[in-house]
């Protein structure tokens, strides 16, 4: 799933690491790819989908992919799997509390999608988990600085948790181009800048990656293999053969 690449890899020291972003950002794509890659690092890593607000790109989607890669996932059972209702499960709480190994968090869009995070909030242990912002620039309201510090700002508020860094993954989806990639660093160098947070990783389609000149970006890097696809994408053409 994860690709080679001439990029420095993801730095993330913690071991619950919060992914959260406006809607559209991407987010659950970055968890499934971040997931995949920190299985091959030795530790047991666990994903927990904590989207309710998106019914068609969330990471459960990927549970099968991923279990085959050695990455457990925490997704409701049964029917409760495919509910668009807000179903957390009492793993989770405790997965966060104490888990021998790293624990992704895949966290609805928006500040709407955050609150989840508050009922959880007396499970986080300041200095051990980080949160980190995917930023889109491509996206309606993080499209500019001002855009996306009032997304970071009502996502902090909703949720009760700070966060501790970002992460750039502008895309348009088939249509990315390597402009697209560095434009949204661009964005996200602003925003850190303007609040201190570092940029923990750009994520972008290993196929447009392959084409940046390294010395364009400096920071860590995912490749993204795409793994969250719409139903109507699954559909495979009937053959005729």
Partial sequence: MIRSTPFRPPELSR?????????????????VNLAAWMVTLGR???????????PYFRSREAAERLGELGVKSLIPPGELRQAELPVIIPEIKSSIQAYPGRLILDVGGDDAGATVLRSLGD??????????????????????????LKMLADIERASGLKFTGLISNSHLIDETTE??????LDLAMQVGERTGLP???????????ATVARGRITCPVLPID????KPWERRRPVSNG
Avoid at 179 to 184: M, V
Avoid at 226 to 229: A, G, I, S, V
């Fill in 44 to 54: 047991p890593v666990t994903i927990a989908d904590l989207d309710i607000v998106n």
């Fill in 123 to 148: 499970a986080f242990t300041a200095g051990r988990y980080d949160m980190l912002l995917v930023l889109n620039a491509y996206r309606p309201f993080t499209s500019d600085l001002a855009g996306s």
């Fill in 226 to 229: 795409r793994q969250l696809l």
């Fill in 179 to 184: 402009e697209t990639i560095l434009h949204g």
């Fill in 199 to 209: 940029i923990n990783f750009l994520s972008g389609q290993a196929e447009v990656l």
């Fill in 15 to 31: 071991d619950v690491i919060v992914i959260v972003g406006g809607y559209g950002s991407g987010k659950s794509e970055v968890a």
